[in-house]
Structures are given as C-alpha cells and as structure tokens.
C-alpha cells in the first residue's frame, strides 16, 4: 500500500458512495488506475465492503446499551451457543470477547429502556448467564467507522 492507496481508503472511509471518477481526481490518477486499485483493495480484503450509515435517531434506536458479561462456562461448545444467540438478535451491533474481568462486551442499540429489557429477556432465555451488567450511555461524544491510516505500513514494493 503507498501513499496513493491510502488517499484512497481515506476518501471511501469519508463517503463509499464517491464515484471512481471523482476518486480518481482527487487523488490524481485516471480512472482505470483507480478503479484498478480499488479492486486490488477489495480482493485483498482491505476493503471488506461498502455500506451506508443511517442515522439512529431518525429509526428510533437512538439509545445504546453496553452489556457486560462474564461466564462460568469457558468452553467452545457454549461460546459457539452464546454467539448463535446473539447472532439472532438485531439490536446487537458489536459483540466482543475480552480479557480482565469481563468476559464478553455487547453494544446494543434500541429506542427505550423497556426495549432493552425485551433484548435482555431474550438474551438470558438463550443462553445461561453468570453476570450481565448493563451500562446506558447518555451521550454520544465521538463516533466514527474510519479506521486510522497512520499506522498502515508502505508496501508499495511489493506491488
């Protein structure tokens, strides 16, 4: 990846939906360089896919719930379980395995407290639970999907 790939991942990060044609002027190149790159992008999974973002209030899941869990069960027979059933519950929109004291971190988005309850009663009717400790957030400061490039190592050797 050189700097060019970066300007890129950059632009796309900032709108998916730009046109190769206007990539390709921002970054100074023609367009089939560019879309040649995109598509290096996309076959190598640097680019995984492009999606929309929607605005949560305006679909009425403006609330957002972090959940943590810990577990007495460590076994991947129960973890294939448990992700199974959070797999089928919408409002879940990031799951993670941790390390420290708790176990398992979930981010839930939905329009009310009482709602949240429903995704709870689901959650504890799938899956046998030791601690569920449910944090509300009261005010999004910062929230981003683009990932720092500063970090990306100069490939473009290897071309």
């Given at each position: 990846?050189d700097?060019i790939?970066?300007?890129?991942?950059a632009?796309l990060?900032?709108d998916?939906?730009l046109s190769?044609?206007d990539i390709?002027e921002?970054?100074?190149?023609s367009?089939?360089?560019?879309?040649r790159?995109?598509?290096?992008?996309?076959?190598t999974?640097?680019?995984?896919r492009?999606?929309a973002?929607?605005d949560?209030?305006r679909?009425n899941?403006g609330?957002t719930?972090?959940v943590?869990?810990?577990?007495?069960?460590h076994n991947?027979?129960w973890l294939?379980?448990?992700?199974s059933?959070?797999d089928d519950?919408p409002e879940?929109?990031?799951?993670y395995?941790?390390a420290?004291?708790?176990?398992y971190?979930?981010r839930?988005?939905?329009?009310?407290?009482?709602?949240y309850?429903?995704?709870?009663?689901?959650?504890?009717a799938?899956?046998?639970l030791?601690d569920?400790?449910?944090?509300?957030a009261m005010?999004e400061?910062k929230y981003?999907?683009?990932?720092p490039?500063?970090?990306?190592?100069?490939?473009?050797?290897t071309r």
């Amino acid at each position: 990846m050189d700097a060019i790939d970066l300007k890129i991942l950059a632009l796309l990060q900032e709108d998916g939906g730009l046109s190769n044609a206007d990539i390709a002027e921002r970054v100074g190149l023609s367009a089939t360089p560019c879309w040649r790159r995109i598509r290096h992008l996309e076959e190598t999974g640097v680019i995984r896919r492009r999606v929309a973002l929607l605005d949560r209030d305006r679909l009425n899941v403006g609330v957002t719930v972090f959940v943590n869990i810990r577990t007495n069960q460590h076994n991947p027979e129960w973890l294939a379980r448990f992700a199974s059933a959070v797999d089928d519950i919408p409002e879940v929109v990031e799951f993670y395995r941790m390390a420290g004291d708790v176990d398992y971190l979930l981010r839930i988005v939905v329009p009310d407290i009482a709602a949240y309850d429903g995704v709870y009663k689901r959650l504890i009717a799938a899956i046998d639970l030791y601690d569920v400790s449910s944090s509300f957030a009261m005010e999004e400061i910062k929230y981003t999907t683009a990932l720092p490039l500063a970090y990306v190592k100069d490939r473009s050797s290897t071309r």
